[in-house]
């Protein structure tokens, strides 16, 4: 972008409209937006109260009524979407009709059918659509892909990404079936996202062979734990697994070659551990690409993506392939796809 026509729209603020008073906002979009200087327009909540308590605490221009009122509002140009998953979807496809650009937590939707649902109404407004698969954008992860494309950690072999966190509260929405939850949904989406992004590496897009998981117990149809296994066209091998329900914290990410390994310890949280640690014959080497948030790098992705028209490596195309997996997953468990709930949208305005 440096030097281009295009620099200074590149850089012009984003105008954003917040659905919702949801925790993950604040690190996924009030303290990047301090940095990046993008405007946080509007928002609108269920209870009005906890609108204007967030817009006071986080600097928001103006409160509204509904979720609606933010995707009509003529000043919002970008709506961020980080409602429970099961509203996802709906509220997508309503922001993408009003001419808004789509900034949506993952996953975009809560089955497959929902998200091509999603990738139609993308294309056919021909607004931009980001998925927030916010660890894709920090340095640590082209890092390890440069490594693989060198050759030192030989022939790929095999790929893990572990994604393992304590238990929320049984009150908490991931442990809903209605809300879409359950641990791949949350956690497990991540994993199956990594193994993706090393298409260019395997000979293409990986399959799932099998899958096993549990349920959690108190909520029928909801995963406490599910292990994937998947295959690329090459013959590289992969495992994704997720946990909701661990002693333990742990979301690393592994490539295992005929020369070497290479893992990043804690690819989600990269401001809180940002060591990649190479091992090969010579020895073993921690490389550091930085604290400086994953989510900051990602709304300047996005940012660019809206000044300059082209689509970000997570669009709906590439959210429909990734919930294709997820599907699949959930069949070969024995639990389904997430059930979706289009009729929802209309009941939180």
Known sequence: MT????????????????????????????????ITGARLVAVAARDRSRAEAFAGAHGVERVHDSYLDVIEDPEVEV???????????????AALAAGKHVFTEKPSASNVTEAETVAAAAR?????????????????????????ASGELGELRHVETVMDMPAPT??????????????????????LHTMRLLAPYAGGEPTLVGATGGERAGHPGVDEWLTAELA??????????????????????????????????????????????????????????????????????LTTAIRTGTPARTDADDAVLTMRLIDQCYDAVGLGPRPAHADVAKDLR
């Open 232 to 301: 690329f066209p090459s013959g590289v091998t992969g495992t994704a697994g997720c946990t909701m329900a661990s002693d333990h914290h742990e979301m690393s990410h592994r490539l295992v070659g005929t020369a070497g390994e290479a893992v990043i310890t804690d690819f989600v949280n990269p401001h809180d551990d940002d060591r990649l640690v190479v091992t090969t014959a010579a020895g073993t080497r921690t490389e550091r690409l930085g604290r400086r948030s994953s989510y900051t790098y990602q709304l300047e992705a």
């Open 170 to 191: 049984a009150s908490d929405p991931r442990w809903s079936l209605e809300l879409s939850g359950g641990a791949l949904m949350d956690l497990g989406c991540y994993s």
């Open 124 to 148: 056919l407004s021909g607004q931009q659509f980001f998925e927030g698969f916010h660890y894709l954008w920090h340095p640590l992860v082209s890092r390890l892909h440069e490594i693989l």
């Open 79 to 93: 709506v961020y979407n980080p409602l429970a998953n099961s509203l996802h979807g709906p509220w997508n496809i």
């Open 3 to 34: 030097g281009s026509d295009d620099e200074g729209l590149a850089t012009e603020p984003l105008r954003v409209g917040v659905l919702g008073a949801a925790r993950i906002t604040e690190l996924a979009l009030v303290k990047p937006s301090r």
